[in-house]
C-alpha cells in the first residue's frame, strides 16, 4: 500500500510538470562517450555490420520484417506496462491487446495482425515514465555496444535487451540472442548509412538525434512548440545546474 501510494503521489506530479519542460538530455563526460563510441563503432564495423548486410541480402523482406515483429511482440509487454504506468490506460490496453492478437492469430507475433484493426504499437518505456513522473533532465551516456541513452533510460535500454530471455524462460537460446541482434542491426542499416554519408560529427549526430527521438516519444510525438527554440540552446549549459545539484 504505500508503495502505491508513493507511485500514485510520484505520477501526479510527474503528470502536472510534464507541459512545457524540456526533456533535452545533457552530457557530462564528453571524452568518455566518444571513446566509447569509436570503439563500438569499430567493433560493429569489423563484426556486426557485415553480418547485418549479409543477413539483409537472403532474407526475405517478409521474412526480416515478420522476425522483428516476433521480438517486438514480445518487447510489447513492458510497453503496456508502462503506459498503465504513466496514466494512459487507453495505450496500455492498446498494447495488451496487440500482444494478445498477435501471438494468437499472428502466429506468435510474427504477423503484425493487430496493425490491421487499428492498434498501433504505442513503444511506451520506463525511461518514459520516469519523464512522466518528474525526472526531467538526465546525464547523457553513451554505453558500450549498446549505444546512446541516458542515466534515466538506462534500465529500459537493460530491460529491452534482456526481455525475451524474460519472456521466454527455459526456450531462450543464445541463437534466439543472435538472430534478435542482427535482425534489430541490419533494420538500422538505413539509419547508419544516412549518418555516415550526411554527417562530419557522426558521434554528435547520433547523440542528437538520440535527444530528438527521446523528446519525440516522451510528448506522444506533440511536444510543446516553445521547446523547439531549446534546441538551439548547448545543453552543456545545464551541467552546471547539475553540479549544483538543481537536476535529477
Known amino acids: 500500500m504505500r508503495c502505491c501510494l508513493v507511485l500514485a503521489a510520484a505520477f501526479l506530479s510527474g503528470c502536472a510538470a510534464l507541459q512545457g519542460e524540456d526533456f533535452a538530455a545533457f552530457e557530462g563526460n564528453e571524452d568518455f562517450n566518444r ?107 553513451y554505453v558500450p555496444f549498446m549505444g546512446p541513452s541516458t542515466v534515466r533510460d538506462l534500465p529500459s535500454l537493460l530491460v529491452r535487451s534482456t526481455l525475451p530471455r524474460l519472456m521466454l524462460g527455459d526456450n531462450y537460446h543464445i541463437a534466439i540472442s543472435a538472430v534478435d541482434l542482427v535482425s534489430v542491426r541490419a533494420d538500422l542499416l538505413t539509419a547508419t548509412d544516412v549518418r555516415d554519408v550526411s554527417a562530419l560529427d557522426p558521434y554528435a549526430f547520433t547523440r542528437d538525434a538520440y535527444y530528438q527521438r527521446r523528446k519525440f516519444l516522451i510528448y506522444d510525438g506533440s511536444p510543446p512548440l516553445e521547446d523547439f527554440f531549446d534546441e538551439f540552446e548547448d545543453p552543456l549549459d545545464d551541467y552546471a545546474d547539475d553540479e549544483a545539484g538543481t537536476v535529477p
Not at 57 to 63: E, G, K, L, T
Not at 78 to 102: E, Y
Open 35 to 141: 571513446a566509447s563510441y569509436r570503439i563500438s563503432d569499430k567493433v560493429d564495423r569489423a563484426l556486426l555490420l557485415p553480418v547485418a548486410r549479409g543477413y539483409q541480402r537472403v532474407m526475405p523482406d517478409w521474412a526480416e520484417r515478420g522476425i522483428l515483429n516476433v521480438f517486438q511482440n514480445l518487447r510489447t509487454v513492458a510497453s503496456s506496462a508502462n503506459g498503465f504506468l504513466q496514466g494512459k490506460p487507453r495505450s496500455g490496453f492498446t498494447d495488451l491487446s496487440r500482444v494478445v492478437i498477435n501471438s494468437t492469430v499472428g502466429v506468435g507475433g510474427f504477423f503484425d495482425v493487430a496493425r490491421h484493426w487499428n492498434l498501433r504499437y504505442q513503444d511506451e518505456d520506463f525511461g518514459q515514465t520516469l519523464a512522466r513522473w518528474g525526472y526531467r533532465k538526465s546525464r547523457y551516456i
